[in-house]
């Protein structure tokens, strides 16, 4: 696992001073439900009936939205599925992948909304997974 995991208030300075993006792997609905301002969302899994599946379009819609260049923070709702994101993306070729440890809640730390980083319910169309689906069309 050679990529960094940093903790919130680290991650936040990467997005500002280092021009790092914030992609949100958590599912749509979390990510409606509240997220880092700025954020993308490109959900790692899918809810559906039967609980939690894979997103089969995962890598695809990462190499269109991001080159491989970009400098990327991953995170999710605890640490788990943003550990896996950030693999899959550095085994992809992603040189600059950055895991934000601790996700948007929290797990045995405090996350990116209870250390009172900003967040926003909403987001401009091409950051939700919906709109940047339809502008990769």
Not at 41 to 70: H, I, Q, Y
């Amino acid at each position: 696992m050679p990529f960094r995991r940093v903790p919130p208030e680290e991650a936040k300075t990467l997005i500002d001073q280092e021009g790092y993006s914030y992609v949100d792997v958590r599912s749509v609905g979390e990510f409606q439900a509240g997220h880092p301002t700025g954020a993308y969302n490109v959900p790692l899994l899918e809810s559906g009936l039967m609980g939690m599946t894979p997103n089969p379009d995962f890598m695809a819609v990462m190499e269109k939205l991001f080159p491989k260049e970009s400098k990327l923070v991953v995170g999710c709702k605890a640490g788990g599925r943003s550990m896996r994101a950030a693999a899959m993306l550095e085994a992809a070729g992603y040189a600059s992948v950055v895991d934000q440890r601790a996700g948007f809640d929290g797990s045995g730390e405090p996350g990116w909304r209870p250390k009172g980083l900003p967040v926003s319910k909403d987001a401009p169309r091409d950051h939700t997974y919906a709109g940047i689906v339809e502008k990769l069309r």
